[in-house]
């Protein structure tokens, strides 16, 4: 028999799918279709048995509803129920389904109804047995050998039939997937959704459809990530390269790019942590192109008549400050989170946020540094500013690089001073409680020649010109005239030289440098247990040469009770002794003032710093001793001469070959310098005094260095630096300034801080370059003879001379042989 579709409505379809979703685990597909085909005959035989019955007979319904009274309301709503299953299929539907039933078992129902008698009770008992079964199966009356699992209940116009199943303990064991695959029905083939996770409406029921878990293997989760990334990647390029093609017409297109920025997108879905990177920097190149070098103004269109060109012009300004400052926000946000405050409800940060904030820190600085003169660099600054104290060290790091090439290179001073500014603000609210990062990167500052009494310079200057402004009113109208003439061409000629106004350079270098002695005295005063102490004192050292005359006596003395009463490290007693002697040798030669603590405390230090970890440190020995022996040897003493000298040629024999050379151009410029009052060192027949030299006593004064003598020049003659044997060759000579043992120009010239600078072998670069070995032929080459006796090397010498003749056989005589005879003959 042919197969024939049968169309099903919306209603039909949701009792088909409320049937499929009721059959038990344990139950196949099979048995559950079993089960339909058998409730569809048993409403079959009800609608016959209706039609066989008819309208007259009924004292058989009634006795029928006298057997159920027992549970009128269950029998109502099976009874209605019935009815509305009847009233959903169509006639065509109807005539088709009858055809395809037992029509064996209809003609029999209709025969017995006809005739009556047996076989019209077993129809009854039958239908009724039915009946009584699917009661039984809503009381619960049954044998339950399982447990009872509640199912969704049925919907119907009357409101809504519980129902539940029955689960043994063999369905409980059994997965829920693990159903036999069976072929599908004819009937179910255009009711083939049930597995998709969708949610449809249809009419008055809402039908939800979960789908089956499935096993995704990690390969699969690798490649469609892959594919994932490239997709947005592609995006992301076709995004760029299209604003940098017509940034005037698509600087729009940011939005999309801003979009991929973020965790979440507008639709919805989430961004993968790479291209959200990929984004970040794709829009900081596009930045860094399209903006210009100065500063755009915000023009309202609206209210101001431009012309068509200008127009465009200025609205693409406009729209170009308005991405800019968006991603702005974003790159902001992204950092907040490595902020030292962690927000209310908020657990630890993350490696993909600090990866992230990692990125965000670098495009802010790139963005800095390509364009400091642009709209926002300020704010950038300030932000900058609060991530130079990050918890997280590579956030310090990249800040802090990023300061020091803007303090470098920034020649207008404003965005120096404005993030100077904001150092000091952070400094003072956090009460020194900051990371040293956030100091470091002042030492990258330039201040050379700076008057910090400009003002009261100034102000004298004024009463000058007030004079002179009286003398000239008494000047002639021509005269003026010409002066006025004058003053506008001087003005014009700045103009064209395009130079920022000096004055105006040099104010903003005097806030600058009182800021900076703001923060440093600060710690000094407050909290000189402080970490910041050791980046303090660098930083004095550094710009000692400016501080004004009136602080010298209070700076001495806190640094000598900070070193007294403070447990400092070698490095940080160095950076106080340069600091005290780098203003003693500039403006304090004025001053009263005798540093002999000083003095002690630099000759202790001296033997500390070696050929180790902390040989980077011999600099600033170098420059210490510079301020000390050289601008201030006026006012050191014989004694305390002799005995710094013998201790540095001591420090040359620890150190590194650029830390030599150090030492033996100090040596050298005391010999030149000091009317050779060093000379007696270097005599090793003249002695001066009495006593024996003590290299351990802590004084300078009473070590007896007349004593003794530089015993290390001859080892370093003999070290593996070629600049290092000549210069101790030059030293030994008593350093001449020319003729015999004299320096070569090129090495005379430099100073010891540029000798350690230039020689310095830390990048694995050596000064001068070691010449790569002779490629020699072993063929021409020529041996060398070792004899142990003189008596032997004649011999061999004569035989060499007087070779051998071959006798008449043809044979050579051999040379050996013919030498131990005559070995013998001699004896």
């Known amino acids: 028999m042919g197969s024939k579709k049968v169309k099903i409505s919306a209603s039909k379809r949701s009792t088909h799918l409320r049937g499929k979703k009721n059959v038990a685990p344990g139950q196949s597909k099979k048995k559950a279709a079993a089960k339909q085909g058998a409730k569809g005959k048993l409403l079959d035989k009800k609608s016959n048995k209706a039609q066989v019955n008819g309208p007259g007979k009924k004292s058989k319904g009634k006795k029928k509803q006298h057997k159920h009274m027992g549970m009128p309301e269950i029998h109502g709503e099976v009874s209605s129920d019935v009815d509305d299953v009847m009233d959903m299929i169509d006639e065509d539907d109807m ?48 044998a339950i050998t399982g447990k009872i699992r509640d199912l969704l209940p ?101 939005t999309s790019l801003f979009d991929l920025m973020t965790r979440v997108t507008k639709a919805g879905s989430l961004n993968l942590v790479s291209i959200r990177k990929v984004a970040l920097l794709s829009a900081l190149e596009v930045f860094k192109d399209i903006i210009p070098e100065y500063k755009l103004g915000h023009v309202e269109t609206e209210t101001v008549k431009l012309k068509k060109d200008t127009l465009i012009r200025v609205t693409f300004e406009n729209v170009l400050l308005q991405q800019y400052k968006k991603y702005l926000q974003i790159l902001e946000k992204i950092t907040m989170t490595l902020s030292k405050k962690k927000p209310a409800g908020q657990g630890p940060v993350t490696a993909v946020q600090i990866s992230l904030g990692e990125v965000a820190t670098n495009c802010l600085c790139e963005l800095v540094l390509a364009h400091p003169n642009f709209n926002f660099s300020p704010n950038i600054g300030q932000t900058l500013v609060y991530l130079s104290n990050s918890r997280f060290p590579q956030i310090r790091e990249k800040v802090n690089q990023c300061f020091r090439t803007i303090f470098k290179t920034d020649k207008r001073l404003d965005l120096t001073l404005h993030i100077i500014r904001r150092i000091n603000h952070l400094v003072k609210t956090k009460q020194n409680n900051v990371y040293p990062e956030v100091l470091t990167s002042l030492t990258s500052l330039y201040i050379k ?29 021509r005269e003026r005239k010409r002066q006025k003439k004058m003053k506008e061409l001087e003005k014009e000629l700045l103009e064209t030289k395009a130079e920022e106004n000096k004055e105006s350079r040099q104010h903003k270098l005097t806030e600058i440098t009182k800021l900076i002695f703001n923060i440093y005295f600060r710690i000094l005063k407050n909290d000189p247990n402080s970490k910041l102490l050791a980046t303090t004192l660098e930083g004095l050292a550094k710009f000692a040469h400016v501080i004004n005359l009136e602080f010298f006596s209070d700076l001495v003395n806190v640094l000598n009770s ?266």
Not at 230 to 253: H, V, W
């Open 95 to 142: 005539t088709y389904l009858a055809k395809n039933f037992n029509r064996k078992e209809v003609n029999g129902v209709a025969s017995n109804a006809k005739v009556g008698g047996k076989r019209k009770n077993l129809l009854e008992n039958d239908i009724d047995s039915h009946e009584k079964r699917f009661r039984e199966d809503y009381e619960g009356t049954r």
């Open 154 to 254: 049925i919907k119907t116009k009357q409101g809504f039939i519980p129902q539940s199943m029955v689960v043994t303990e063999e369905d409980e064991k059994k997965p829920l997937n693990g159903e036999e695959e069976d072929e599908p029905e004819e009937e179910d083939s255009e009711v083939n959704d049930s597995d998709e996770e969708i949610i449809r409406d249809q009419g008055d029921d809402d039908v939800q459809v979960k789908k089956e878990d499935t096993a995704v293997s990690v390969a699969d989760l690798l490649i469609h990530r892959e594919q994932e990334v490239q997709k947005q990647k592609f995006r992301i390029g076709i995004i760029c390269s299209g604003i940098l093609e017509r940034p005037e017409e698509r600087i729009k297109n940011f």
């Open 449 to 477: 020649d700076i008057n910090l009494d400009a003002e009261k310079e100034k102000e004298i200057k004024e009463k000058k010109l007030e004079a002179k402004k009286s003398r000239v009113m008494n000047l002639s109208k």
């Open 562 to 827: 900070i070193m007294e009463t403070v447990e400092l490290d070698y490095r940080e007693q160095l950076h106080c002794i340069q600091t005290v002697f780098v203003m003693l040798s500039g403006q304090g030669e004025v001053l009263n003032i005798d540093p002999i603590r000083f003095y002690n405390h630099l000759y202790r230090n001296l033997l500390i710093v070696h050929a180790g970890k902390n040989h980077g440190d011999f600099l600033i020995i170098l420059k210490t001793l510079t301020e000390v022996l050289v601008k201030r040897r006026k006012d050191v003493t014989y004694q305390r001469l002799l005995a710094f000298t013998k201790r540095i040629m001591t420090a040359s024999l620890q150190v590194l070959h650029n830390g030599s050379l150090g030492c033996i151009c100090v040596a050298k410029n005391m010999l030149q310098l000091t009317s050779k009052a060093v000379d007696v060192l270097l005599d090793t027949e003249t002695f001066v005094g009495s006593g024996r030299y003590d290299p351990e006593l802590p004084d300078p004064e009473y070590c007896n260095a007349n004593c003794t003598l530089l015993y290390e020049v001859s080892a370093l003659m003999r070290h593996y630096h070629p600049v290092c044997v000549k210069m101790a060759r030059h030293l030994a000579a008593g350093a001449p300034i020319s003729g015999e043992g004299s320096l070569s120009v090129d090495v005379a010239k430099l100073n010891p801080e540029e000798l350690f600078e230039q020689f310095d072998s830390t990048t694995m670069a050596f000064n001068p370059a070691i010449p790569p070995p002779r490629i020699k032929d072993p063929k021409n080459a020529k041996g060398t003879f070792i004899f142990s006796d003189d008596a032997l090397k004649a011999e061999c010498s004569s035989a060499l001379r007087n070779p051998v003749k071959p006798s008449a056989s043809g044979h050579i005589v051999d040379f050996w042989s013919s030498l131990c005879k005559r070995k013998l003959q001699d004896k």
